[in-house]
């Protein structure tokens, strides 16, 4: 068992000092090397459908897939500047929320928070388009590492969705929006914890419920808010693939823990629980402040602390928190995951939406359909 110092590197979770303290070093470099130390692994056992779900998903997954060149309307044009002023137009900035005295960004007026929306959206972008990055390696890494052929199979097919949303988010930035940000810290902390692990489940566990899982409300929030149609669309078709992939990893790691006795499964409660607190970090944003000119550290408290923005933060967790409990990490031992989840504010979720009906909830089959009958 590890103390919560050991797994996230400070005491309180609400360490703001710590949290700034972690910035990125090599924002200017264009690679970046991670030990990866996990065995790849042959089956000899091609038995093709012997875990009839995941086989079930990988059919679904060669009809699912569509191409992020052809499929998008790429000729939309996007004026973010007009989008983000529409956007404080209608619903106000921050400040009207949220007490900035003594801050600086009391003084901010129209044309800084419009400013100020623009590059939230780089910035988020950005970070999606990471995290797609982080979602292809790691399950290129699946592929190799899983010991059951279906779900070698499936892993395959989401290296190629992955692709794709890398590619879709890029261009979007590259084409469509005013700037771009590099990964930010918490961020890439995660993704280079989960790559180095050397333990299959713990990919799976990392990327496909924590990373994924959040990933999947995000797309959610924004496919509601926005009204520009290339990335509703965009985001609409990135969703259909990421249901898919959360499901991917609760039908393994189902079968996987079952099998696992309490100190195993202590491991995982204490990295999802790592992983929820990086990710909750990251949302923090402090990389679009600090390039707003604002004090990050009289920011971020007042930021995080405020009770709208602290709903949104948690609603982020509304598809992690269902996914856990099905997967026994909740309740394995003596709760230890609950009460963490508790202390964060997020338990309340435990019995939203199951993923495995989301799959086709989402689903883009028929447009797919309709659109290979148009010819
Ligand atoms: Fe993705
Ligand atoms: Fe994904």
Known sequence: MSSVEEIIGRTDPNDFDAILGM?????????????????????WDYEKGARPQLEKLYEKAKKGQWNGETDLPWDTDVDQEKLATQEYDEVGALDAFIDFSGTGVEKWVRKDWIKFNMESQNWALSQFMHGEQGALVCTAKIVETVPWIDAKYYAATQVVDEARHVEVFSKYLDTKLSDSYPINIHLRMLLDEIVRDSRWDMTYLGMQIMVEGLALAAFGFLYQQTREPLLKQLLRYVMSDEARHVAFGVLSLKEAYAGMNQSELRERQEFAFEAALRMRDRFLQQEVWDRMGADVSKILPIVSQNPERLEFQHLLFSKIVPNCKKLGLLDAGDGWLREKFGEIGVIQYENWVDIEEEVDAFAITRELEAESALG
Do not use: G
């Not at 910035?23 to 790849?40: F, G």
């Open 23 to 43: 910035t990125n070093t090599d924002v200017e470099e264009t690679i970046h090397y991670v030990e990866d130390h996990a065995d790849c692994i042959y089956t």
